[in-house]
């Protein structure tokens, strides 16, 4: 157990429906970062909050959106899902930001119909 | 951005065996490098890391070894047990943004 932890474990809906994935961070732990995991595309990072404000940015389509709360939990939102969205959504905390190690909570998966 | 290599995609070996899987990345500023272990279904968890001031680091059976002027990265696994099948990543870091290898399946038989 890694001290974070993601709810809902599993998630079905329906395209164009609106989601909201929630994560907390290891107690401590100023940064947060969100993960998608697909077959085709393996891990990918999305974005990165560190105390409540966005740090930084990846493959984070504009459909999607996240932030971190004053404590300290995220949230990630995904809206006008489509079939393709379909993943393992993996959050992951550390201390603060740089050379830290990522620790990753149990995911959430989706599944859009 | 960075793009991290990595092989094989599928690795089979005999318990006892040694396990080799190697990454490179592209981006010089990359300035940490750690090795996750993903079971089917289940998180990434870190195994081992290395950052950049360091050439070499060991954990038991785990050793991890970096080339920074040719940008590469191993993982070494030693007298390999069933229990180490699974899907390992490494990644490396860029300003806080970890980008990962598209994974290696290891399978160990007993």
């Known amino acids: 157990d890694s001290g974070v932890t993601q709810t809902p474990k599993h998630l079905i809906t329906a395209t164009g429906q609106r989601v909201t994935l929630r994560c907390s961070p290891r107690s401590g732990d100023l940064s947060v970062y969100w993960y998608q995991q697909s077959l085709d595309q393996g891990l990918q990072f999305l974005i990165q909050y560190y105390n409540g404000e966005e740090r930084a940015k990846g493959n984070i389509l504009e459909r999607f959106s996240a932030q971190q709360f004053p404590d300290l939990h995220s949230e990630l939102n995904l809206s006008s899902l489509e079939l393709g969205d379909s993943a393992l959504y993996f959050c992951?905390?550390?201390?603060?930001?740089?050379?830290?190690?990522?620790?990753f909570g149990p995911g959430t998966r989706l599944l859009v119909l | 951005g960075e793009n991290v290599e990595q092989h094989p995609s599928t690795l089979s070996v005999q318990e006892g065996d040694s396990a080799v899987i190697k990454c490179t990345y592209s981006d010089s500023a990359s300035n940490y490098f750690p090795w996750y272990k993903q079971e089917l279904g289940k998180r990434p968890q870190l195994i081992i890391d290395?950052?950049?001031?360091?050439g070499e680091k060991k954990d038991q059976r785990i050793a991890v070894t970096l080339n920074k002027t040719a940008k590469h990265f191993s993982l070494h696994i030693t007298e390999t047990q069933p229990e180490d099948s699974a899907v390992y990543f490494c990644?490396?870091?860029?300003?806080?943004?970890?980008?990962f290898g598209k994974g290696t399946m290891l399978l160990v038989s007993p």
């Open positions: 290395i950052r950049s001031n360091v």
């Open positions: 990644a490396a870091n860029r300003y806080s943004t970890l980008t």
């Open positions: 992951a905390s550390s201390v603060a930001t740089g050379q830290e190690t990522q620790y």
